[in-house]
Nanobody, 124 residues
Framework: QVQLVESGGGLVQAGGSLRLSCAPS????????MGWFRQAPGKERESVAA????????YYADSVKGRFTISRDNAKNTVYLQMNSLKPEDTAIYYC?????????????????WGQGTQVTVSS
């Protein structure tokens, strides 16, 4: 079993930055591909970014390309989502997810483990 704990959410003005962190526990972190998802009120959960277990392959949703960066530090057992130039439409609960495998994955149904989420609110 893998437990995921997100941190770093909060309230920020448009144009600002936040860095989310996710620290899985319970298994060897470097065995897992990781993803960040978000869900806004009344909308479906969507993929934001994903990273392979070695960190050599990444994916970004078109809506965040050039603004968000996913990275991981396997020595610290942590995956990050650096969010810059935030917009009000980025407001959502952000979730960290993990699964085994050598690639990166973007579907919600492709992940076995999920965190509880952290709220990100961007004011205009």
């Amino acid at each position: 079993q893998v437990q995921l704990v997100e941190s770093g959410g909060g309230l920020v003005q448009a144009g600002g930055s936040l860095r989310l962190s996710c620290a899985p526990s319970g298994r060897t972190f470097s065995n897992y591909a990781m993803g960040w998802f978000r869900q806004a009120p009344g909308k479906e959960r969507e993929s934001v970014a994903a990273i392979s277990r070695g960190g050599d392959r990444t994916y970004y949703a078109d809506s965040v390309k050039g603004r968000f960066t996913i990275s991981r530090d396997n020595a610290k057992n942590t995956v990050y989502l650096q969010m810059n130039s935030l917009k009000p439409e980025d407001t959502a609960i952000y979730y960290c997810a993990a699964r085994g495998g050598s690639g990166y994955y973007v579907g919600t149904n492709e992940y076995a483990y999920w965190g509880q989420g952290t709220q990100v609110t961007v004011s205009s």
